[in-house]
């Protein structure tokens, strides 16, 4: 059984209120960090911690607080990232749905920590629920004094509020987050300034995923350097893992980063293996936006080392023969799956959330789709999927914001593992089964 930290009382009953959080060890971090450290010394142990960010990109979460500027008389802002629209990724929505006040907690001992005095939470309209859930355990924090004026009787102060955004997942890019937050249109900013010099109206901000914001209470708890023993080399801690597709036991669970691919997907304290007795065909390991990888590599690194749950270990191959575990939404195909089919339904969705400021996305990505359309209906050629490769290469790199790379990569993986699916379709339209059923589930139309 792994080391669970973040969602280990999940089973609970009555684990949503404050009592019976604070019942279980809930706000300890809050009276730690508030009472006895200062706030660079709560910061130290994050760094100490090794802690990456767990929205997807893996940077050390110490390192991006100790770049918050902090000039007299300006104000500081915390800002969760509970956007959450990757598809395949649905853990932040389990935490604060189950657990609210693990992220009510972080958000105070996160925001002591970077001086900040308001904070938000940004969730994704369709989680509306969830904010109501969230606002309900907000009004019992402010009620018990964790939140508000002077909390515990110090002299650190804090405001909390959640914005529900629109339902873009665009929005989960982190300075078009702070743009919506601001009443704008959802629009990346050009970078530089960071967020950490200028973010939210102007002034320095953090702006964090929910699971390392969660992850800050039991470091606080347990120090840095325990933490850090947790893990595998730079991949310390635990981490989240939204399981979906055809296993037999989808869910989210909390895994020791450094677990085995293969135990992660066959054993039953986890995925139990594929379903219906089926073979394993392929792997998306961090939500839609990395690279596919076929059973082989999924399982084994092209030197023929055992995959791990790392961000390392994945990433191992580059993206030659490796992926990335992005935000750990884990889909699993199995031998049945067609990837061609699989491809066009991530390519419409990056196509109906590109922002449209830059053209290799908003044009990019139409085509994409507009091609991979074409294949499935029968009436694709092998010119077409010469030219799917040629789109998708010429958007990575050339947006204000990873959206576009978003879109191009599970193109660009697709073609290189499995581009003989895409030519058999190509040669043998026949050989498309099931597509009107596919069609109408994605609410499309047979051209
Ligand atoms: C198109 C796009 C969507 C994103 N969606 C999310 C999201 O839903 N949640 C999230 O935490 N990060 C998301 N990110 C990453 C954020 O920009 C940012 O890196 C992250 O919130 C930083 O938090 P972390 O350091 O704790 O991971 C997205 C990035 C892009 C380009």
Request: aromatic share 8%; proline share 5%; net charge neutral.
């Amino acid at each position: 059984m792994g080391k669970k930290l973040l969602i280990h009382n999940d089973r609970v009953p009555g684990i949503h209120t404050l009592d019976v959080y604070r019942a279980h060890g809930g706000y300890a971090s809050v009276e730690k960090a508030l009472k006895s450290m200062t706030p660079d010394q709560v910061t130290e142990e994050v760094k100490k911690s090794g802690l990456r960010g767990r929205g997807g990109a893996g940077f050390p979460t110490g390192m991006k607080w100790s770049f918050l500027a902090k000039p007299e008389g300006v104000p500081r802002y915390l800002v969760c990232n509970a956007d959450e629209s990757e598809p395949g990724t649905f853990k932040d929505r389990y935490l604060m749905e189950k657990i609210p006040h693990a992220l009510i907690e972080g958000m105070i001992t996160s925001s002591y920590a970077l001086g900040a005095n308001q904070s938000y939470i940004y969730i994704r309209g369709e989680y509306f629920y969830v904010a109501r859930i969230l606002e309900t355990a907000i009004a019992e924090a402010y009620a018990a004094g964790w939140l508000g004026k002077n909390i515990l009787g110090t002299n650190y102060s804090l405001e909390l509020s959640v914005q529900v955004g629109g339902g873009a997942y665009i929005c989960g890019e982190e300075t078009a987050l702070l743009e919506s937050l601001e009443g704008k249109r959802g629009n990346p900013r050009i970078k530089p300034p960071f967020p950490a010099v200028a973010g939210l109206w102007g002034c320095p901000t953090v702006v964090n995923n929910v699971e390392t914001i969660a992850a800050v209470c039991p470091i606080v708890m347990m120090g840095g350097e325990e933490y850090a023993k947790i893990g595998v080399g730079k991949s310390t801690g635990t981490k989240l893992i939204s399981a979906s597709g055809h296993i037999n036991k989808p869910g989210v669970y909390e895994i020791e980063l450094g677990l085995p691919v293969e135990e992660f997907i066959y054993s039953e304290e986890y995925c139990g293996g594929i379903r219906n007795g089926k073979k394993m065909k392929a792997v998306v390991a961090g939500g839609s936006s990395v690279p596919i990888l076929p059973t082989e590599l999924i399982l084994k690194t092209a030197k023929g080392e055992p995959r791990l749950m790392t961000y390392e270990s994945l990433a191992d191959g580059g993206f030659q023969t490796g992926t990335m575990l992005g935000s750990g939404g884990f889909i699993v195909m199995d031998e049945d799956t067609s990837i061609v089919k699989n491809l066009f339904t991530f390519t419409r969705f990056y196509h109906h959330e590109s922002c449209g400021q830059c053209s290799p996305c908003r044009e990019g990505t139409g085509w994409m789709e507009k091609i991979l359309k074409k294949i499935l209906d029968g009436k694709g050629t092998l010119a077409d999927v010469d030219l799917l490769w040629d789109i998708q290469s010429k958007i990575e790199g050339k947006t204000i914001c990873p959206l576009g790379e978003a879109a191009a990569w599970p193109v660009a993986a697709a073609l290189r593992h499995f581009k003989h699916e895409f030519e058999a379709y190509v040669k043998n339209p026949s050989s498309i089964k099931d597509v009107k059923h596919y069609y109408r589930l994605n609410n499309l139309v047979e051209a």
